[in-house]
Nanobody
Framework: QVQLVESGGGSVQSGGSLRLSCEFR????????MGWFRQAPGKEREGVAS???????TYADSVKGRFTISQDNAKNTLYLQMNSLKPEDTAMYYC???????????????????WGQGTQVTVSS
């Protein structure tokens, strides 16, 4: 079965960097839409960044210029490079994917059928 496995979370000081990875295991589709979402305690899940097989990218305004989403098809892996981290970036981060019939909206969690278990990112001041 399809399984998305996240890694790379941890604790970092304000201004630091982290790179999150999401491995697609058991993925048989030739194309996909992929995204990163986050959820802080007491808040709703929000879209952070998305990309697709055409490498079109979309970012939330709060992370533009600091975060970069990318993919390595040979490794079946999605990445989120996070630079200049701020305390407000603290959250559980989830990767998500949808098959070839994906149509967006790209930063809406309801557009994605497959989800990882989440990886915690904590940014201290």
């Amino acid at each position: 079965q399809v399984q998305l496995v996240e890694s790379g979370g941890g604790s970092v000081q304000s201004g630091g960097s982290l790179r999150l990875s999401c491995e697609f295991r058991g993925w048989t589709y030739t194309s996909a839409c992929m995204g990163w979402f986050r959820q802080a305690p007491g808040k709703e899940r929000e879209g952070v960044a998305s990309t697709d097989s055409d490498v079109t990218t979309t970012y939330a305004d709060s992370v533009k210029g600091r975060f970069t989403i990318s993919q390595d098809n040979a490794k079946n892996t999605l990445y989120l490079q996070m630079n200049s981290l701020k305390p407000e970036d603290t959250a559980m981060y989830y990767c998500a994917a949808e098959g070839p019939n994906c149509s967006g909206p790209w930063l809406n969690h309801r557009a994605y059928a497959y989800w990882g278990q989440g990886t915690q990112v904590t940014v201290s001041s």
